[in-house]
């Protein structure tokens, strides 16, 4: 009986796999080939409009050893030119650097993006990881110039941009929010219950890529609390919907207000908490449930959200990141749903049940 199933499931599995393989990363620009490249450090090379026509041309991905710089450790810049159509998909970009080796910061148009491991004095290598960097919009160049800097250090061996996927992705979700948040808040270490206030004046924050963790952005060793803070106002196509607050993965803990009240929380946050009490909230989906009156449709809002980091990485470090209609979240799930039962299905016929 089993066997006859299978071969139903084989002559329609091309067909489901078309239809529902709708998630994932789609290369939007591939980069790979030639770009500039420097030996040396300065600042200045992550400029936009600094003039790099005198640097050496070198292909990416390879080491730099394979490119005519054998035996050379230490500092290196990167600098590659593209260009962007038009893109008004509101999907999330991410600039893909393939795997470093041995520690870098990257940057678009002048903006910083993200980094791996650690520079001398207190040297650590991230020789072996994918680099992945969100990118916001609000840093892209449509239908212009756009500039990659990457620099690069390397102790010994092989260094440089030396293998993997290199482009820029779009991140297409089949959960995506009506209205995107993610990009650009505000972000402050340290906790304090006024910092839900949707006065408070968080002028002197530090802006924050979200999603992203925060050991990316300058704040490599921290642990504990954290707050982030967005201003947004609701679309005008959404003021009728009954509404979803989607945070994506959130790691570890957190408690999110919506200008001044709880709309959600993942985990419990306690006094001396220890590492069991954060299980595996990290790998959990925040959707929270906006109560009416809670959100001002005709002005400003004030999304506040206390984070708690046990170890490691810290942070709103995955999407989705936004507003979503309460019909459409739930489609979303009646779907993930039937997609479980599936894979459930196939685990009967394979596995060692009777």
């Not at 002048?110 to 960097?133: D, K």
């Not at 089949?174 to 995107?180: S, Y």
């Amino acid at each position: 009986m089993r066997f006859l199933v299978f071969l139903t499931i084989i002559l329609t599995a091309g067909t489901i796999i078309g239809r529902t393989n709708k998630t994932g990363f789609h290369k939007v620009e591939d980069l790979k080939g030639y770009w500039k490249f420097e030996i040396g450090d300065d600042k200045r090379w992550a400029d936009p409009k600094f003039n790099d026509e005198s640097w050496e041309e070198i292909y990416v991905p390879a080491t730099w050893e394979d490119e005519g710089f054998p035996g050379f450790d230490g500092y290196a810049w990167y600098r590659k030119e593209f260009t962007l159509d038009e893109n008004d998909s509101g999907n999330n970009y991410y600039l893909f650097l393939g795997v470093i080796d041995d520690v870098d910061e990257a940057y678009i148009n002048g903006h910083f993006v993200g980094f791996l491991g650690s520079y001398p004095p207190e040297f650590r290598t991230a020789a072996a990881i994918q680099r992945q960097y969100l990118v916001p919009r609000e840093y892209l160049n449509f239908n212009g110039r756009n500039v990659i800097a990457v620099k690069v250090y390397d102790e010994f061996q092989e260094g440089g941009i030396k293998r993997g996927k290199v482009g820029l992705y779009e991140f297409i979700s089949e959960l995506r929010p009506a209205q995107n948040l993610s990009g650009l808040w505000m972000f402050k270490i340290g906790d304090n219950p006024d910092w839900k206030d949707p006065d408070l004046d968080d002028g002197g924050w530090t802006e924050m890529i979200v999603p992203s963790i925060w050991q990316t952005q300058g704040f490599k060793d921290i642990n504990g609390f954290a707050w982030y803070r967005k201003e947004f106002t609701v679309d005008e196509d959404l003021e009728e919907d009954r509404l979803i607050m989607l945070l994506g993965k959130i790691d570890d803990l957190d408690e999110t207000y919506l200008n001044g009240k709880r709309i959600g929380k993942t985990g419990r946050i306690r006094e001396n908490l220890e590492r069991r009490d954060l299980g595996n909230n990290w790998q959990t989906l925040r959707a929270y449930y906006i109560p009416s009156g809670y959100l001002n449709k005709n002005g400003k809002n004030i999304l506040a959200v206390r984070v708690f980091d046990g170890y490691g990485h810290g942070g709103i470090f995955e999407g989705p990141i936004g507003l979503i209609s309460r019909d459409s979240y739930l489609n979303w799930k009646s779907t993930n749903r039937k997609k479980r039962n599936k894979t459930d299905f196939w685990e009967w016929l394979f596995g060692d049940r009777p």
